[in-house]
């Protein structure tokens, strides 16, 4: 899986609430949602978003409450991937089971700008900057969750996996 | 070697062995809970997945109560979606405006959370069951639909992180200004992945209502989940509401902690957590002046029938100051009817609160008392992050129901010793 896309950087503790305000909530259409996703902390990043942008962030982002409407927007928005110094845990875990790829990287926060472009090699575990000229290593998408990735989240995976006789 | 209590209670649930910090396992739960805003999506994902009977109609709980009584078109939409759903699958706890109240007092109120139960929620505020003595954590609606569909989930075991408490509360400190106060020192993801044990001799003389509203913020500090393990306090509290029997856990005294953290309780007095995160924590003493336009007493963390005593203590005789409004919420049907009957109501709006049906309502934004661009709300709730209750410029300022209640009556930030 690679991903090549122009970077949205946020800070520390971007929170649940920030990614999808709950005055939104009512709904859970993803089209919806990706209209206001990150409207609080960044008004222009719904109306600019791009298809394949990738959104650096720092520290424990998405923290906060436990609406998977959050990694809906942000999909929704046409984001790639997400790569952030570390997770809040319920996020984490919804990414995956919505289709959402993320990435953890200690490093990278502070080597790039806003605007920059990247490309992640989520095979190899690379995350090329600079216009491919420097490049960070990051953990790979192990097999199963490229292949949970692949078939749009949990769920779907697990239904198809049904009807190939595969699961339970 | 010795294992913690939240180790216990996953190995219980689980048949996989050796079951030790790190290791990945799926485990049976005991209850799946959602609401009317995360539970929608998990019934559309049950669908998807092929989903036709819940795994358990007694262990399936849904509670609508975020944007409830119905706020709009649009909320009222998503609750027929969980109001149909459990009368199709004849879910035994589903709890009907009239019944219903903010799930994570009303669960352990009506007995259907107990010690040694393993709980997952569709709400990061499930956490709150730890004071029971219960592993629980909150996850996503996908996670919820997969445990409605098989009766399990899975978990990575966490390390704990263990916190001892000692000594004696001053006056005016609680549960909530305990919380604050270490979420303060370790910071918002201070505890992240890990379990929250709180010990020590201060938590034994801590009420249920303190220790929910602790192990409800948990989550606050990134932590998996908040745990107390059962004494007579909890044995004394649940065995009037169990219908069924329960398993009672403790942590081995050689079990293998993260870190341990004393905290000396003696020094800690009322605390504020200023905007935008429960980690800006302030002792009462130091607020400075802060004017206040609006008061929000309730909530999963301190909507509970003590939190309302002392606010009614703290208002008993006076009054909100002019242009600022007090909003009190009683959790669940049976607080606000105790609250009837011991005259709390009357003090509320004797000194010109208003008193709602019970509802998670403002804490995050959804309706009951909203807040406009610029202003400021005390609120006893958990989260103060951008445009929690409102608009994206408005900030608010937890706090223990009794710095609530004084800051209503002062109309500025205050602790009820400004009285």
Not at chain 2, 282 to 291: E, F, H, L
Not at chain 2, 335 to 347: D, S
Request: a neutral charge; hydrophobic letters at 45%.
């Amino acid at each position: 899986m690679k991903f090549t896309g122009k970077i949205w950087k946020f800070g520390d503790n971007v929170d649940t609430d920030a990614i999808i305000p709950a005055r939104y909530l009512t709904t859970s259409d993803p089209e919806v949602l990706a209209a206001h996703c990150m409207e609080d902390a960044d008004p222009t990043f719904p109306v600019k978003v791009k298809k394949g942008d990738i959104i650096v962030a720092g520290e424990n982002f998405g923290c906060g409450s436990s609406r998977e409407h959050a990694p809906i927007a942000i999909k929704a928005a046409g984001i790639s991937c997400v790569i952030a110094r570390s997770f809040a845990r319920i996020f984490y875990r919804n990414a995956f089971n919505m289709g959402l790829t993320i990435f953890e990287s200690r490093d990278l926060w502070e080597r790039v700008a806003e605007g920059d472009e990247l490309t992640v090699d989520g095979d190899e575990g690379l995350i090329w900057i600079a216009k491919g000229k420097e490049s960070l290593a990051v953990e790979p998408i192990p097999a199963f969750m490229q292949e949970l990735i692949l078939s749009g989240g949990l769920m779907s995976y697990l239904a198809a996996k049904r009807r190939s006789g595969n699961g339970r | 070697m010795g294992r913690t209590i939240t180790e216990k209670i996953l190995a219980a649930h689980t048949t996989q062995k050796g079951i030790r910090t790190g290791m990945l396992i799926n485990a049976r739960v005991d209850i799946a809970l959602g609401n009317d805003v995360t539970a929608p999506i998990a019934i559309a994902e049950f669908r998807k997945a092929g989903g036709v009977n819940v795994f358990d109609k007694e262990k399936v709980v849904l509670v609508p109560d975020h944007f409830t009584p119905n706020k709009d078109i649009a909320s009222a939409e998503q609750c027929r979606i969980v109001r149909q759903f459990a009368r199709e699958q004849g879910l035994t706890n589903y709890f009907e405006i009239g019944e219903v109240g903010v799930e994570h007092a009303l669960l352990p109120e009506q007995g259907i959370v107990l010690p040694g139960d393993l709980v997952i929620g569709a709400d990061s505020h499930t956490c709150t069951y730890g004071a029971l003595g219960a592993f629980a954590t909150g996850v996503g609606s996908t996670d919820l639909a997969a445990a409605m569909l098989t009766g399990e989930a899975w978990f990575k075991v966490p390390e704990s992180m263990k916190f001892v408490l000692h000594g004696q509360l001053s006056k005016w400190v609680s549960g909530k200004d305990l919380i604050i106060y270490v979420i303060g020192k370790i910071g918002v993801d201070g505890a992240l992945y890990r379990a929250m044990e709180f010990t020590g001799d201060t938590v034994r003389t801590l009420t249920m209502a303190d220790r929910l509203t602790m192990a409800n913020m948990a989550i606050e500090a990134g932590a998996k989940n908040g745990i107390f393990a059962p004494d007579e306090t909890t044995i004394a509290y649940v065995k009037e509401r169990a219908k069924r029997g329960y398993t009672v856990y403790d942590s081995d005294p050689d079990a293998t902690y993260a870190s341990v953290i004393e905290v000396d309780v003696t020094k800690i007095e009322p605390q504020v957590a200023f905007p935008h995160l429960p980690s800006n924590a302030r002792g009462i003493s130091s607020v400075g002046n802060v004017p206040i336009d609006q008061v929000w007493i309730g909530s999963c963390t301190n909507g509970r029938i003590e939190d309302l005593r002392v606010a009614a203590k703290v208002l008993k005789g006076r009054r909100v100051a002019p242009y600022v409004r007090l909003i009190v919420v009683p959790a669940t049907p049976t607080i606000y009817r105790q609250a009837l009957k011991e005259g709390l109501i009357e003090t509320f709006l004797d000194a010109k609160a208003a008193v709602s049906a019970p509802t998670c309502g403002a804490c995050l934004g959804g309706h009951m008392g909203i807040l406009a661009k610029g202003e400021r709300s005390v609120a006893t709730t958990n989260r103060n992050f951008v445009g929690r209750m409102g608009h994206p410029e408005s900030e608010v300022y937890l706090a223990n129901p009794a710095v609530a209640a004084a800051s209503a009556v002062l109309g500025r930030l205050a602790g009820p010793d400004e009285l």
